[in-house]
């Protein structure tokens, strides 16, 4: 039961640096997530994907680009690392109902990233 | 703009106790609220999922409640063990695209 899954589970950076996140999920789910979560300000949305083939911004995207791959797979790319991108990253998905009512959504286990 | 607030921040109570957790939200138009529990170090894990149009849902021990109108859900929680030490996070989702807004968090520590 993968579920989820997040490579790498850690990271560490330099200022300026470029990398790829990478999330691919098991479950058949149309709709990938792509948040960031620091202390005190909870997780927001960075980049979402609400089918195959479709990508939008969130609350927080300056910085970021992603792309969907294919129905499993949803990456989130840094391309010049600032030390305020130093986070944990998760990517989460779920089923697409009717006019974007979605179902449960499922989490990985977190890429903690760190820039100096 | 949708604002989540969680009450209270840190909660420790000892083992057996019945608990409430608390969530509020400032945009009643929302499809779902979900509650989720974050063990340390991990990932989230979805406990329940609240449709706009159901009052409530219950999975084993938790039990939660939606009031739209009232822009307030809870989450009772029987019974506590130790193992329920983690923190909750609830999260209305609206719009077209599902976003979830998530609340801060609600520390708990059941102790033994």
């Known amino acids: 039961n993968a579920g989820v899954t997040q490579t790498p589970k850690f990271q560490v950076l330099k200022t300026g640096q470029s990398m790829t996140l990478q999330c691919a999920q098991d479950?058949?789910?149309?709709?990938m997530y792509w948040y960031r979560q620091d202390p005190g300000m909870g997780l927001r949305l960075i980049y979402y994907s609400a089918s195959e083939g479709t990508t939008d911004k969130g609350e927080v995207p300056n910085g970021y680009n992603v792309s969907r791959l294919n129905k499993r797979e949803f990456s989130l790319r840094l391309e010049s690392a600032a030390p305020s991108q130093t986070s944990v990253y998760f990517c989460?998905?779920?089923?697409?109902?009717?006019?974007?009512?979605?179902?449960?959504?499922?989490f990985g286990e977190g890429s903690r990233l760190t820039v100096l | 703009k949708q604002e989540v607030t969680q009450i209270p921040a840190a909660l420790s109570v000892p083992e057996g106790e019945n608990l409430v957790l608390n969530c509020s939200f400032t945009?009643?138009?929302?499809?779902?609220l979900q509650w989720f529990r974050q063990d340390p170090g991990k990932g989230l894990t979805s406990l329940l999922l609240i449709q706009s149009s159901q009052r409530e849902q219950t999975s084993g021990r938790l039990n939660a409640s939606l009031d739209k109108s009232s822009g307030r859900s809870t989450l009772y929680i029987a019974a506590s063990q130790p193992g329920d030490s983690a923190t909750y996070l609830c999260a209305p989702a609206g719009g077209a695209t599902n976003k979830l807004i998530f609340g801060t968090g609600t520390l708990l520590a059941v102790q033994p």
């Open positions: 989460a998905s779920s089923v697409r109902r009717d006019q974007g009512n979605t179902g449960e959504l499922f």
């Open positions: 479950m058949n789910h149309n709709s």
């Open positions: 945009d009643s138009a929302i499809y779902n």
